[in-house]
């Protein structure tokens, strides 16, 4: 802030960066028009992931441009492209230093490319479509509403206004509790580094990307507990899911109003009560068993605020207050446990979801009591879900398994890192996590672009498959049954 109270950016463009600027924004509307009549005319599960890679590959020549790095930093393009897809994905993982080697310019493109990633090409697309008055076709909405999984087409307007609401208001209010956490954290920091800071942050906890600005992550915060409740409350409500945000604000305004308290849908209930059952113990674990490890020399209140972050973290979000690589080898294969699980189906996280997970119980439990359906809280789950919970699962395990294959295969030769390590690396990959043992930076360009499709493949995976299988038509015959020997 300069004398008169004016936010002084320090980055001054050229006129041709300018202009390339204003190409590249004509470009973006062009593009985010065309993904909508594409997903009127095309598979759903074909529109999504070609939306990610198109924009990937922009973001990628985006940071390509000289404004994008420091004169003195070389940048070839599969190291932009990696950048690029890491942000896209929302996942974390990085082989270049983002405080040091891009410039305020490849900063905001990064930035850009998380927002844009985290809550989907899709819904950007359909909602500026909306918000510049062209009003969608019947095939365009009922597309739009399959890839968001919708019932409903009259909810799909609603649904996007109430996604972009949420987040501006939680980032916004995310930046500022960062700003006023970090001021005295960090006087060396401007007012308008201090801001960029925060702003930045909020975005990447709350769409779980886990890219920080500072080459340690949030190491150098481990001393302040606000800093871990803050992110780690962000990152719950990224991942959350926007539907069951709404659900809960909902419930809390009708109870406001009329002072009568009412129970939250299924939906919204199993959510909460799954990410519940894998915070809390996650939370005891870590504290129990790093307590004389990485939370050695902590305070009490700093060692239960670094591991409250710790345990929301590893579920797509990347962001660390201790070293990663230091862990016990027990917490880092609790690490992996809850990587590939993920958040919450309609949120900025990856992984297989939580009501996957939660599904595949209320099967097995179902299994051993002798009943015909799964069933909660007086509701009987459709065996359509069961078989799709079953199917990312498979998926997500054979993708991690393939990648932990290829990377140890690609990175065979390399002396130092224990195998463990890149299986965490490819577990975190596949979860768009982000968490890292310290050895993306070194990974061949093999290794590299084994990671770049194993996080490509995390992130739209799960999304394709539920637009792909928004529904099944029964056909007009059945053969007789096969009975297969299990156990």
Same mark, same amino acid.
């Given at each position: 802030?300069?004398?008169?109270?004016?936010?002084?950016?320090?980055?001054?463009?050229?006129?041709?960066?300018?202009? &390339?600027?204003?190409?590249?924004?004509?470009?973006?509307?062009?593009?985010?028009?065309?993904?909508?009549?594409?997903?009127?005319r095309?598979?759903?599960?074909?529109?999504?992931?070609?939306?990610?890679?198109?924009?990937?590959?922009?973001g990628?020549?985006?940071l390509?441009?000289?404004?994008?790095?420091?004169?003195?930093?070389?940048?070839?393009?599969?190291d932009?492209?990696?950048?690029?897809?890491?942000?896209?994905?929302?996942?974390?993982?990085?082989?270049?230093?983002?405080?040091?080697?891009?410039?305020?310019?490849?900063?905001?493109v990064?930035?850009?490319?998380?927002?844009?990633?985290?809550?989907?090409?899709?819904?950007?697309?359909?909602? %500026?479509?909306?918000?510049?008055?062209?009003?969608?076709?019947?095939?365009?909405?009922?597309?739009?509403?399959?890839?968001?999984?919708?019932?409903?087409?009259?909810?799909?307007?609603?649904?996007?206004?109430?996604?972009i609401?949420? &987040?501006?208001?939680?980032?916004?209010?995310?930046?500022?509790?960062?700003?006023?956490?970090?001021?005295?954290?960090?006087?060396?920091w401007?007012?308008?580094?201090?801001l960029?800071?925060?702003?930045?942050?909020?975005?990447?906890?709350?769409?779980?990307?886990?890219?920080s600005?500072?080459?340690?992550?949030?190491?150098?915060?481990?001393?302040?507990?606000?800093?871990?409740?803050?992110?780690g409350?962000l990152?719950?409500?990224?991942?959350?899911?926007?539907?069951?945000?709404?659900?809960?604000?909902?419930?809390?305004?009708?109870?406001?109003?009329?002072?009568?308290?009412?129970?939250?849908?299924?939906?919204?209930?199993?959510?909460?009560?799954?990410?519940?059952?894998?915070?809390?113990p996650?939370?005891?674990? %870590?504290l129990?068993?790093?307590?004389?490890?990485?939370?050695?020399?902590?305070?009490?209140?700093?060692?239960?605020?670094?591991?409250?972050?710790?345990?929301?973290?590893?579920?797509?979000?990347?962001?660390s207050?201790?070293?990663?690589?230091?862990?016990?080898?027990?917490?880092?294969?609790?690490?992996?446990?809850?990587?590939?699980?993920?958040?919450?189906?309609g949120?900025t996280?990856?992984?297989?979801?939580?009501?996957?997970?939660?599904?595949m %119980?209320?099967? &097995?439990?179902?299994?051993?009591?002798?009943?015909?359906n799964?069933?909660?809280?007086?509701?009987?789950?459709?065996? %359509?879900?069961?078989?799709?919970?079953?199917?990312?699962?498979?998926?997500g395990?054979?993708?991690?398994?393939?990648?932990?294959?290829?990377?140890?295969?690609?990175?065979?030769?390399?002396?130092?890192?224990?195998?463990?390590?890149?299986?965490?690396?490819?577990?975190?990959?596949?979860?768009?996590?982000?968490?890292?043992?310290g050895?993306?930076?070194?990974?061949?360009?093999?290794?590299?672009?084994?990671?770049i499709?194993?996080?490509?493949?995390?992130?739209?995976?799960?999304? &394709?498959?539920?637009?792909?299988?928004?529904?099944?038509?029964?056909?007009?015959?059945?053969?007789?049954?096969a009975?297969?020997?299990?156990?």
């Amino acid at each position: 802030l300069n004398d008169l109270g004016v936010l002084r950016i320090p980055w001054s463009p050229d006129p041709v960066t300018l202009t &390339t600027l204003f190409v590249l924004f004509l470009t973006g509307r062009v593009f985010l028009r065309m993904v909508v009549n594409l997903a009127g005319r095309l598979n759903p599960a074909l529109v999504l992931p070609a939306s990610f890679l198109v924009t990937i590959l922009l973001g990628a020549m985006l940071l390509l441009h000289p404004q994008a790095t420091p004169r003195n930093t070389d940048i070839d393009f599969t190291d932009a492209f990696f950048t690029s897809a890491s942000a896209t994905c929302v996942t974390g993982l990085t082989v270049l230093d983002t405080e040091h080697d891009f410039t305020r310019f490849g900063q905001v493109v990064i930035l850009i490319l998380i927002q844009t990633g985290g809550l989907g090409i899709m819904t950007f697309a359909a909602f %500026f479509a909306l918000s510049l008055g062209q009003n969608l076709s019947l095939r365009d909405a009922l597309s739009l509403s399959r890839m968001m999984d919708s019932d409903f087409i009259s909810d799909l307007k609603r649904l996007l206004v109430s996604i972009i609401v949420w &987040t501006v208001v939680i980032e916004l209010a995310g930046a500022f509790l960062l700003r006023s956490a970090w001021r005295s954290l960090r006087p060396e920091w401007s007012a308008g580094e201090l801001l960029w800071q925060s702003l930045f942050h909020s975005v990447s906890a709350f769409c779980n990307a886990g890219l920080s600005l500072n080459s340690s992550g949030l190491e150098g915060f481990s001393g302040s507990p606000a800093t871990s409740v803050i992110i780690g409350s962000l990152i719950i409500l990224g991942g959350l899911g926007f539907g069951v945000l709404t659900a809960i604000a909902s419930n809390w305004v009708h109870y406001v109003r009329t002072g009568r308290r009412t129970r939250l849908p299924v939906q919204a209930r199993f959510v909460c009560l799954i990410t519940a059952i894998l915070v809390l113990p996650a939370f005891g674990a %870590f504290l129990g068993m790093e307590w004389n490890n990485t939370l050695a020399g902590m305070t009490l209140e700093q060692k239960l605020a670094n591991s409250f972050l710790e345990a929301v973290t590893p579920r797509t979000a990347g962001f660390s207050t201790v070293p990663t690589a230091a862990l016990l080898p027990p917490v880092k294969w609790l690490f992996i446990i809850l990587m590939f699980i993920g958040a919450s189906p309609g949120g900025t996280g990856g992984g297989v979801k939580t009501t996957a997970l939660g599904l595949m %119980f209320l099967s &097995t439990k179902s299994l051993l009591t002798g009943r015909l359906n799964p069933e909660i809280w007086k509701r009987r789950i459709p065996n %359509f879900d069961l078989r799709r919970a079953g199917a990312i699962f498979t998926i997500g395990f054979t993708v991690f398994a393939a990648s932990s294959l290829a990377l140890l295969i690609s990175e065979g030769d390399a002396r130092g890192p224990e195998p463990m390590d890149y299986v965490f690396e490819a577990m975190s990959a596949f979860g768009t996590v982000g968490l890292s043992t310290g050895v993306t930076p070194g990974l061949t360009p093999w290794g590299r672009w084994i990671v770049i499709v194993t996080m490509f493949m995390g992130r739209t995976a799960p999304a &394709t498959l539920a637009a792909a299988t928004f529904r099944v038509y029964s056909s007009r015959y059945s053969y007789p049954e096969a009975r297969i020997t299990i156990g």
